[in-house]
């Protein structure tokens, strides 16, 4: 039986005793490569100067960010010291709006935005469905969502390089960051995401269409995309 996450508050708790070196930790883990797998994310969404972006789970702000470079994002986050890392940061800019609020009870009118978005955040969920359903309440019909994680890929061979990489790497960094129950959480947490094919048929439940899941190296991170119906 697949694990599920611990419920929000613990999660929250996690993340505050690891936002001062979050973002470092992250980049030293995937390489730099979560830089770039966000610039996809926001590709994938088109957005325009006019629109009003949600960054559902925005951490650090990063994805956010680079969003408002184009168009205005609210960012929302359980984490209050994540988010002062967000507001933290160099750039920051008042097309950025950060407010501390629960993905399961997000603090918008119906239909507010014109699209969602999300890095690693769908795994920390424990009722994916409230997730997805929340969202499609708060975005406008047509609007945009882009949703990245990380997932296991497909092929074995893969596959095991990437357990055996996450169960050494991520433990190393725990020692490094003073905190390794938080990056035990990180390996653990890589099993709480369904396959993709679930994913998609939830999203497809929820309000959504069209929905596509996007392998990205070898399906170590996977960017499920759709359209609020």
């Given amino acids: 039986m697949r694990p599920t996450p611990p419920d929000e508050r613990r999660v929250r708790a996690m993340f505050d005793s690891v936002a001062s070196r979050y973002d470092l930790l992250n980049d030293l883990l995937s390489f730099g490569m979560d830089r770039r797998w966000r610039r996809v994310t926001l590709r994938a969404l088109d957005v325009r100067p006019h ?33 002062a890392e967000a507001r933290n940061r160099p750039g ?39 997730a997805f359903r929340e969202m499609a309440r708060v975005a406008c019909p047509g609007a945009r969502i882009a949703l990245l ?6 092929r074995a061979s893969v596959r095991r390089l990437f357990d055996a990489y996450f169960s050494q790497a991520a433990p190393a960094l725990g020692k490094i960051s003073g905190n390794p129950g938080a990056y035990r959480y990180l390996v653990e947490s890589l099993g709480h995401l369904p396959p993709a094919d679930d994913l998609v048929q939830l999203l497809n439940h929820t309000g959504f269409r069209g929905v596509s899941a996007r392998r990205l190296m070898g399906g170590v991170v996977t960017l499920f995309t759709a359209i609020r119906d």
Avoid: H, K
């Fill in 92 to 130: 920051a800019s008042n097309r950025v709006r950060l407010v501390q609020a629960s993905v399961f009870r997000l603090p918008f009118s119906e239909g507010a935005f014109s699209a969602v978005m999300s890095a690693f955040v769908l795994r920390n969920l424990d009722d994916l469905e409230a």
């Fill in 149 to 154: 994680d990380i997932t296991e890929p497909d």
């Fill in 51 to 83: 629109d009003l972006v949600l960054d559902v789970g925005c951490g650090t702000g990063r994805l956010a960010a680079l969003a408002a470079r184009i168009c205005r994002v609210i960012g929302v986050d359980a984490s209050g010291a994540m988010l």
